[in-house]
């Protein structure tokens, strides 16, 4: 397939580092060191050609951005080259002074993510003392800055069961958006699936409240809802078509689909300190390898939704399948999709099940159940 016009966003993961530890992190494995990532000259560069490109949106990614000392320049240079720029934060960092300095710098939204709206729970979940109050603090501060507020929350069984309170929690943090996504098993997610796969009942009860607090927050507080693809019968398009939207900038300059694509085989991992953006994102191997439709298998191929959802999502086509080719298995037309339904259902009637937190080179221990652990 030829390039399509230019993507609408790029997503700059500036780095791995997190204070965090969340078990559903989508972040690979193997984290990229800070002595890996991109200088600050090569940044603004990127920008510059996301620029020339036609890239509008910048959102600004880790790890956890505000871990990088050069945020507020290459926020500036984005602004100054027209590009609309979105913080995402787990806010544990953002103290009034750095809210200031963005704000200054040209931010233009943030979007702070949540664990849960019980306090405790957040912060096992977290894995940082203190985070939920941080948060809150931080919540505040932009709202004072002036600045549109949305509050992430990345919802699994450890946390479902307190959904209207976190509903309730993001509307008292002044949010403008809530967007309320169960988890996606990528990366350390998919190393801790058994420990957050919900329950069918977990799931149906979270879309029946969510369409009620939809329709009690609409004046105040718009709602998105990212639905659980394991309990689901038909996929998603992944990135809004692989290739078609977006593009990522991984810490250490990898140009990808999808943050996650990285895990695939057969991944070049072009870098911008090597070819340009725009030669990446024209004609990049890794962008040109499922683009369109002409790579489908059946019963992608002859199905009359393959430019709808282009097949679903290819890197949980292979973590499922191990093809990174075939049919998402979410799809109930894939010859894998009783594998699926069949995988949440048992692993999410399993009993307390640890996980394994974010860590460089596999962490500590794994974190028991809130209710085993000590203060």
């Known amino acids: 397939m030829s390039a399509p016009g230019p993507p609408l966003g790029l997503l700059a993961e500036l780095t791995h580092r997190c204070p965090l530890a969340c078990p559903y992190c989508s972040n690979p494995l193997g984290l990229a060191r800070a002595g890996d990532e991109l200088d600050t000259a090569t940044w603004l560069r990127v920008l510059d050609e996301a620029a020339d490109l036609g890239v509008l949106q ?16 290459i926020t500036a240079r984005a602004r100054e080259r027209d590009i609309y720029t979105n913080l995402i934060t787990s806010g544990v960092l953002l103290d009034e002074a750095r809210v200031r300095a963005l704000a200054d710098a040209g931010l233009e939204h943030v979007q702070l993510s949540i664990q849960d709206a019980d306090p405790a729970n957040a912060d096992h979940i977290g894995g940082y003392h203190g985070g939920h109050a941080a948060k809150r603090a931080a919540a505040a501060r932009v709202r004072a800055a002036g600045l549109p507020l949305t509050v992430n929350a990345v919802v699994h069984r450890r946390n479902l069961d307190h959904l209207p309170a976190i509903i309730a929690a993001a509307g ?65 398009a992944c990135m809004g078509g692989w290739g078609q939207r977006f593009i990522t900038v991984a810490p250490d300059g990898a140009v990808l689909p999808c943050h996650a694509a990285a895990e695939l085989p057969g991944t070049t991992r072009d870098r911008v300190k090597e070819r340009p953006l725009a030669a990446i994102w024209k004609h990049g191997a890794d962008f040109e390898r499922f683009r369109g439709t002409a790579w489908m298998p059946e019963p992608c191929r002859s199905c009359e939704r393959r430019e709808v959802d282009f097949g679903g999502c290819r890197c949980q086509a292979f973590a499922l399948t191990g093809d990174p080719a ?37 962490g500590p221990a794994p974190v028991t159940q809130p209710e085993e652990a000590t203060p």
């Open 172 to 236: 008292a943090m002044g949010a403008d958006r809530l967007e309320i996504a169960h988890t996606q098993y990528h990366g350390w997610a998919l190393a801790n699936r058994a420990a957050l796969m919900p329950t069918r009942a977990q799931v149906e009860a979270a879309d029946r409240i969510v369409a009620e607090a939809r329709e009690h927050w609409a004046s105040r507080m718009a709602i998105d809802y990212v639905t659980p693809d394991y309990h689901a019968h038909r996929p998603k």
């Open 58 to 73: 910048l959102h600004l990614s880790g790890g956890e951005p505000l871990a990088r000392r050069d945020l507020e320049a």
């Open 326 to 362: 075939a049919t998402d298995p979410v799809c109930d037309l894939s010859p894998h999709h009783e594998r699926i339904a069949t995988l949440a259902e048992d692993e999410a009637v399993h009993g307390p099940v640890p996980f394994t937190p974010r860590r460089p080179g596999n």
